[in-house]
Antibody, heavy 116, light 110 residues
Framework: EVQLVESGGALAKPGGSLRLSCAASGFSFSNAWMSWVRQAPGKGLEWVGRIRSRSDSGTTDYAAPVKGRFTISRDDSKNTLYLQMNSLKSEDTAMYYC???????WGQGTMVTVSS | DVVLTQSPLSLPVTLGQPASISCRSSQSLVYSDGNTYLNWFQQRPGQSPRRLIYKVSNRDSGVPDRFSGSGSGTDFTLKISRVEAEDVGVYYCMQATHLRTFGQGTKLEI
């Protein structure tokens, strides 16, 4: 079964850090470009960033609001995608989804709350 | 940055009647390879988004044929020929030509 399962969401303080994980199964993760998308409570979808496959350079792109604070990485040996979030702000409070770059496969999401 | 503007933002519909959502882009979405990377997603209450349409008009596997996408350049439309109760949710367009951008979402309610 094709599946993405996010984890690591939690309550964090402003200025703090969190690392989210996304475990992939049922497809060739190492060949897949992957993305993170977030959704603040009651709001719309916002693209966070993406990582290319290692064979396509493994480089990353980020949305302006998170550039310089968030880092996307991958461990193909573990079929896992990561989102390292630093210098967290209250406006980063959201459900975070991982998805394939084609956006045809989505995880169930993991909730991040940034509050003092 | 590319801005996608959806209208309407709220769409009350009657079961069995058609519905239409517009998505307008601030820039052409035609990529250098000639393709137009405009997708449509459905997000039912409490669920993750689901892709319905990719590259303007290609329906995903398992998506009912009452859903159709059309458009070109900067102007795109998602149509539902006859709305059913299970179609309630929020619909988003997303462009994948210039990085990625989502529209604000259109809430479809019966």
């Amino acid at each position: 079964e094709v599946q993405l399962v996010e984890s690591g969401g939690a309550l964090a303080k402003p200025g703090g850090s969190l690392r989210l994980s996304c475990a992939a199964s049922g497809f060739s993760f190492s060949n897949a470009w992957m993305s993170w998308v977030r959704q603040a409570p009651g709001k719309g979808l916002e693209w966070v960033g993406r990582i290319r496959s290692r064979s396509d350079s493994g480089t990353t792109d980020y949305a302006a609001p998170v550039k310089g604070r968030f880092t996307i990485s991958r461990d193909d040996s573990k079929n896992t995608l990561y989102l390292q979030m630093n210098s967290l702000k209250s406006e980063d409070t959201a459900m975070y989804y991982c998805a394939t770059e084609a956006f045809d496969i989505w995880g169930q999401g993991t909730m991040v709350t940034v509050s003092s | 940055d590319v801005v996608l503007t959806q209208s309407p933002l709220s769409l009350p519909v009657t079961l069995g009647q058609p519905a239409s959502i517009s998505c307008r882009s601030s820039q052409s979405l035609v990529y250098s390879d000639g393709n137009t990377y405009l997708n449509w997603f459905q997000q039912r209450p409490g669920q993750s988004p689901r892709r319905l349409i990719y590259k303007v008009s290609n329906r995903d596997s398992g998506v009912p044929d009452r859903f159709s996408g059309s458009g070109s350049g900067t102007d795109f439309t998602l149509k539902i020929s006859r709305v059913e109760a299970e179609d309630v949710g929020v619909y988003y367009c997303m462009q994948a030509t210039h990085l990625r951008t989502f529209g604000q979402g259109t809430k479809l309610e019966i």
